[in-house]
C-alpha cells in the first residue's frame, strides 16, 4: 500500500497527496473529494479502500487519518453543480478544490481512477488506487464518511426519502419515494431515475445519465 508513495519519493517528492471522492453514483446529494498527505512510512492499520469497510471501521479511522495526517482537506460539489457540469467534471473540480485546499501544499498527487486533474503539480491516476494507495485509501474513508454524515443531516430535512438509509443511492425504496414524491432539491436532476419525474423537463449535459 505504500509502493507509489514511495516512488514518488525516489523521484524527489516529499508532499505526497492522496485523493479519492465519494458520491459519483447516486441519484441525490453532492460529490465529494478528500486529498490526504500522510507522514512517510506511516501505518495505519486496517486502512483500506473505504468500500470494504464496515461504517464503524470508517469512522474510527476517520479519527485517526484526521489525527496522523500533516495534512487533509475535503471539497463538495453540489447536485445542482453535477446537474450543471455532468458529474465527470464535478467530481474533478471536487478533486481539485481538496488538492488546492491543503493546508500543506502538495508537490504530488496520487489520484483514484483514470482521469487527471486540473492541477499544476505532478501527478499520478491508478486504476483501483484505493484498494493499492495507503495515501488514496485514507482519502477515500474522509471523503465517505463526510459523504455519508452530509447524507444523515439531509434526510432531517427531506425525512420521507430515507437518506439515512441509503445516502442517496438509487435503492429500490429510494426510486420508490422518488415515484410517489418527486425529487426534491438535493437530487441530481439529469440523472435518469430522477428526470422522468420532474414537472419540468432538465436538458442533460452528463452523457452517462442517458
Known amino acids: ?3 507509489f508513495e514511495r516512488t514518488a519519493k525516489q523521484n524527489g517528492f516529499q508532499r505526497i497527496a492522496g485523493v479519492d ?3 459519483r453514483g447516486p441519484l441525490a446529494g453532492p460529490v465529494v473529494a478528500a486529498a490526504v498527505i500522510l507522514p512517510p512510512e506511516t501505518p495505519i492499520p486496517g486502512l483500506n479502500d473505504s468500500k470494504t469497510l464496515t461504517p464503524s471501521q470508517r469512522d474510527r479511522l476517520y479519527d485517526i487519518i484526521r ?3 500533516r495534512a487533509h482537506a475535503v ?3 453540489d447536485a445542482g453543480t453535477i446537474d450543471a457540469i455532468n458529474i465527470l467534471q464535478a467530481t474533478r473540480r471536487a478533486m481539485k478544490q481538496a488538492v488546492e485546499q491543503l493546508g500543506v501544499p502538495a508537490d504530488y498527487v496520487l489520484i483514484d481512477g483514470n482521469q ?3 492541477v499544476t503539480i505532478g501527478q499520478q491516476a491508478i486504476i483501483g488506487g484505493d484498494g493499492l494507495s495507503l495515501s488514496i485509501a485514507a482519502a477515500s474513508v474522509l471523503a465517505k464518511v463526510h459523504r455519508d454524515r452530509l447524507m444523515s443531516a439531509y434526510h432531517a430535512t427531506y425525512p420521507q426519502y430515507g437518506f439515512d438509509r441509503h445516502k442517496g443511492y438509487g435503492t429500490r ?3 420508490e419515494r422518488i415515484r410517489e414524491c418527486g425529487p426534491c ?3 441530481r436532476k439529469t440523472f435518469k431515475g430522477v428526470k422522468e419525474y420532474l414537472t419540468v423537463p432538465v436538458v442533460s449535459s452528463d452523457p452517462s445519465s442517458v
Open 1 to 3: 500500500m505504500l509502493e
Open 75 to 77: 471539497a463538495v460539489v
Open 116 to 118: 487527471p486533474i486540473d
Open 173 to 175: 425504496f429510494h426510486r
Open 21 to 23: 471522492e465519494a458520491g
Open 67 to 69: 489525527d496522523v495526517s
Open 185 to 187: 432539491p438535493i437530487h
